[in-house]
């Protein structure tokens, strides 16, 4: 299974980011398997997002504070983060990852080890 993450490399502050990561060699409905978005920012680090499950329900790390929504596009085998209004501290690489274990999905999951899955990363930069 591979993941990759397309988006803008470039966002104006208070806009809304839009990340896709799309999945070949397996599918997003797998049972049991969840789809995640962490990012690396030089303020914090690894940060986990949120997730999408494999029947598509969504939790969200409360870091976000309400800003973010995690689609899925079952018929393109893609699952989407949106963020939105955006600032220069959401700059920094974002990574789509997978699990068939629903204990990596969390704030505390970070890092490739956690996951079955790990795409190579997109950087996304805010800057006005």
């Known amino acids: 299974v591979q993941l990759r993450e397309s988006g803008p490399g470039l966002v104006k502050p208070s806009q809304t980011l839009s990340l896709t990561c799309t999945v070949s060699?397996?599918?997003?409905?797998?049972?049991?398997?969840?789809w995640t978005w962490i990012r690396q920012t030089p303020g914090k680090g690894l940060e986990w997002l949120g997730y999408?499950?494999?029947?598509?329900?969504?939790y969200y790390s409360p870091s976000l504070k309400g800003r973010s929504d995690i689609s899925r596009d079952t018929s393109k085998n893609q699952f989407t983060l949106q963020l939105y209004s955006v600032t220069p501290e959401d700059t920094g690489v974002y990574y789509c990852?997978?699990?068939?274990?629903?204990?990596?999905?969390?704030?505390?999951?970070?890092?490739?080890?956690?996951?079955?899955?790990w795409g190579q990363g997109t950087q996304v930069t805010v800057s006005s």
């Open positions: 999408i499950s494999y029947s598509g329900s969504t």
């Open positions: 060699g397996g599918s997003i409905i797998t049972n049991y398997y969840y």
């Open positions: 990852a997978s699990a068939g274990d629903i204990r990596s999905m969390g704030s505390y999951a970070l890092g490739e080890s956690w996951y079955d899955y």
